[in-house]
């Protein structure tokens, strides 16, 4: 038999009712908020859909399962499986050996490493010597990700306005100065 928390020993039966009000109403605060997290994650995705197809959100979930090596080494199991059934099927498969194998010089893979990382909002940590001519390429990937991600966040938003605008709804980021008008 478990253990009782640290409320277990002697207590009114008025204390309990307490208790179980505290922690109920937590509960109710935490579904809510759940419900909430739920309602807003499946409304992204339907957004993902619209602006990146069918696979958009299957992408994002690689994407980040394959940021560490135990999803990378999961990713790469369930993608040979999947290859041995396509094979299994008669499907004319890519005869590469490795289609992991990554065969671009050091200066693009630090410039498209840079990208990635400015896409993905990360801050500058450099992996490179920041003299070396891969930390420059690095840097300079990272800084074109930015750029590609604010020039990305200033259309969404455009456009999100736009269609405010055309259905009556008025600016969605009201300044200061509108919302005392």
């Known amino acids: 038999m ?3 928390g640290h409320n277990s020993g002697e207590m009114s039966d008025g204390d309990k009712r307490v208790l179980f009000f505290i922690h109920r109403n937590e509960y109710v605060r935490l579904l809510a908020a759940k419900k909430a997290a739920d309602a807003a994650l499946k409304n992204h995705g339907k957004k993902t859909k619209v602006d990146l197809g069918e696979h958009g959100m299957r ?3 690689l994407y980040e399962q394959m940021r560490t090596p135990e999803g990378e080494a999961k990713a790469r199991a369930a993608m040979q499986a999947d290859v041995q059934a396509a094979m ?3 499907l004319p ?3 590469q050996i490795d289609m ?3 065969l671009a010089p050091l200066d693009e893979r630090a ?3 840079g990208e990635e990382a400015g896409l993905r909002g990360d801050f500058l940590e450099n992996p490179y010597d920041v003299n070396s001519h891969h930390g420059q390429q690095y840097e300079a990937g990272w800084r074109s990700g ?3 991600l604010g020039e990305g966040i200033t259309k969404k938003e455009a456009e999100l306005i736009k269609g405010q605008d ?3 709804q008025g600016d969605p980021f009201p300044m200061e100065e509108d919302e005392a008008a």
């Open 146 to 148: 930015q750029a590609k």
């Open 100 to 102: 992991f194998e990554d």
């Open 2 to 4: 478990s253990t009782a």
């Open 93 to 95: 498969v890519n005869t």
């Open 166 to 168: 055309e259905g009556g």
């Open 88 to 90: 299994w099927a008669g």
């Open 111 to 113: 410039f498209a490493d």
């Open 59 to 61: 992408q994002i979930k």
